[in-house]
Structures are given as C-alpha cells and as structure tokens.
C-alpha cells in the first residue's frame, strides 16, 4: 500500500470531531519556514569563492516578505491547542500525568539525534581533511538554525502543566500578564540600552502565544475577542515600526544590529496576534473543507514527516552548495536580486526539493518511531531534567556551530549534551518482568 493511499485509510477512520484546521496550520507553518528560508539564502560563487548572501540585506524591500513568512507565532499558538488537549486527557490518570513530558518531548527530540550525528560524523571528516574550522562552524551554524527554535519550544512544553494551570485560574488575564512583561522588558532592553535583559523576552512572548492556544482549544472565542485580538496587534505594530522605529524584518537580517527575533521584541506578538486572529476567522470553513478524503490525507501525509523536512531542509542548502562548488560553482555565479537571479528562483527551488526527498526517505523512519510508546516510561522530573540538557546543546550548536579546533573535530561537549539529554528524556529503566 502507498504513503498516499495509507494516508486516506486515515483520512476516512479520523473522527468528524478532530479539529483539522489545527493540524493543517502546523503543517502549513512548517511548509512556510522551508521555503522562507530557501527563498532568503543566496549563495553566490562567481569565481569559486562562496559567498553566503542574505537577499533581505541585498535587497530591503523583501523584508515585507517577512511578515508573511515569519509564522513561529502560529507554530506556538498551534502548539499550545495540541498540548492543551493532550495535557488535559492525560491529567486524568497519575500514570499518564506522570509520563506525559516524556511523550510529548519524545516527538521533538528523537528526530534531532541523526542530524547531529551526521554533522559530527562531517565535522569529524573536515578536520581530518585540515578545512577551515570556520568553514565548518559557519556552514553548520547555518544548517542547524532549526535547533534554535526547537530548545525554545521544548521549554515551553516543559512547563505546560504550570502554563496551563495559569491559564484555568486567570484565563486571558495571563495572556496579558505575559504580553505586559515583554513590553516592559522591550522598554528598558530598547529604550535604556539594556540589551542584555531583552533575552528574558524568549519566554514572555513564546508563552504568551503558546497561552492563546489554550483559547482555542477552550473553545469560548467570539467575535469580539478576534476583533480586539487583531486590532492590538496591527495597533501595537504601527507603534513599533512607526515612532518607536523597530526594524521592519521580522527575522534577523545580516548587518542590522537589531533583530525582532534574536531575542524577540513584542513586534513578534503583534504579528502573532494578526496570525492568529486571521486564522480563527478561517478556522471553520477549512476544517469543513478538510472534512474531503484528498486533502485530509494529503495534511496526514505532510504531517508524517514534518518534523524531518524542518530538521534537514538547511543542510539539503548546504550538501547542495557543496556539490555546486566542486563543479565549478555551478548555478552560483548569478548575482543575487538580478533579474537572472529572480528567473533562476524556480529551478533552485526544484533542486533543493528533489535534493530534500533521499533525506526524507532515510531520517523519517526516526520521526515515524518517535511517536510509538516507548517501552521504558521516563517520569516527568527525569524528562525535565533531559529536556534542559538537551537544550544546552541545542543552544551551544545554534551559536557556535559544530565546528571544533582540535580532535575529535566537532564540538563533542554540545553533542554529548544532546544525546545524554535525549537519552534521559526519553529512555527509562527497563523494569524486570513480575514473577
């Protein structure tokens, strides 16, 4: 039987009362991530000698772009509806409240292990052959931008029981609560100089996101509410692009000192409220739409691998760039923002998509396994403790790369981190069978 044909048996066994809409932004969202990211790197070799370009510093005017293409608001809020949901089924039993972490940390963490495995292993190879060790942590640090938001997100699931118990007792209030701290961390970071303190702001904005999630899955949004929602949040904007002269990129861009995302301003939370505003008012036409077998399946199928094509879809740019590069620069000599440049868009796009399946086709089966139940239930403090560890390495890979002077060749003390902290999260002690 096909993907495509399992992916209908599926489609047709799904109850009417699933909330599609929620599985189709999350796919959507991911989907939107990928081609940002392959639409804003332009490698560029006119004599062999690679040039990484950014084209929202070549050219300004794409960085609109950004406030289409920049959807981690959505993939929070998304996520704070599918943890609600099953945060609050698994709450009712202490044996699945205890083992809930660690299922939930399973799905993202799992994946990640042969990715970084795999860089080690190109680290380990590009010593050896005596490259550049910035070569190698740059290329990496590039390739491993995915890992940056998947710390962040583990985070935010960690503390879910707590996040969720806020939400029961103050409901929106605690969404406003958390907006009003990262204002006034944006306020002293921005306004005083302080930037060291603007790093506080990953957790206000992302939970505050995360928080409307369990909105949506509370299911007592009106009207007024979207209403309010989205004129705060193009309210908030126009404030912060106009007067308050934030930058207009809602990613970072290469030679600004300022970004909106690395940390997060509140200019993250204004766009996530229009987000997320639009896709509660097309919440209900897509789901009934999504009640036909073809494109149900078709979200089924996406979602199988979604976390993979997230993962692996920047070192599909750099396994391709390199390949390009020992063919003489092949389709890098065109000068990026020409009209050549913009003709090309079509086959690059095309070359990395038929250079992501062979990817797919190998590291979804980790992704495939990650949601079966694990035989060794790890409780919810082990888990946390992984999850913390893991995301140390995480960090430590996103900043610095993977590159390493020295043996073995990569940075081993982030990639013992990472697979110490994903073992811990997800694999307990196997128990002796009763006698």
Known sequence: M??????????????????????FYRTAAICFVVLGHWFLVAPYAPEGQLELRNIL??????????????VMPVFFFVGGYSNAASWTSARRSPE????????????????????????????????????????????SRAALIPVWFLAVYLMVTLVVPISYAFWERFGLWSVMALAALAILVDLIGVGLGQS????????????????????????????????????????????????AGYP??????????????????????ALGSIQISLMLLLARPLSVW????????LVILAGQSIMTLYLWH???????????????GLGLAIEPGT????????????????????????????????RAASDRPVGFAQAGIGAVTTCMGLSMLALLGIGWDGLPGFNWIAVFLILAGVTMATRGRKHPPDT
Do not use: C
């Open 2 to 23: 096909s993907l495509l044909s399992q992916a209908r048996a599926a489609a047709r066994q799904t109850p009417a009362s699933r909330n599609r809409a929620a599985d």
């Open 57 to 70: 510093a070549e050219l300004p005017w794409t960085q609109y772009l950004t406030l289409i293409f920049q």
């Open 96 to 139: 699945k409240r205890n083992i809930w972490a660690a299922g939930r940390l399973r799905r993202l963490l799992v994946p990640v292990v042969p990715l970084v495995i795999l860089w080690a292993i190109a680290a380990t190879i590009a010593y050896q052959l005596e490259t550049d060790s910035e070569l190698v942590a740059n290329a």
């Open 196 to 243: 060291w303190l603007r790093w506080v702001n990953y957790a206000p904005v992302w939970l505050a996101a995360h928080q409307l999630g369990y909105w949506w899955w509370r299911g007592d949004i009106g009207g007024r509410g979207i209403a309010l929602l989205i004129a705060t949040g193009l309210v908030w904007m126009s404030i912060l692009l106009g007067p």
């Open 248 to 269: 207009l990129s809602m990613v970072s861009v290469p030679g600004e000192a300022f970004s909106n995302t690395r940390p997060p301003t509140t200019a993250m939370l």
């Open 290 to 297: 999504l009640q036909r077998e073809t494109p149900w399946a």
């Open 314 to 328: 920047l070192t599909v740019v750099i396994v391709l760039v390199g390949l390009s590069l020992a063919l003489g």
């Open 339 to 370: 009209g050549a440049w913009w003709a090309f868009r079509p086959v690059w796009m095309a070359t990395l998509i038929l250079g992501l399946l062979p990817f797919m086709a190998i590291f979804s089966r980790f992704e495939a396994g990650s």
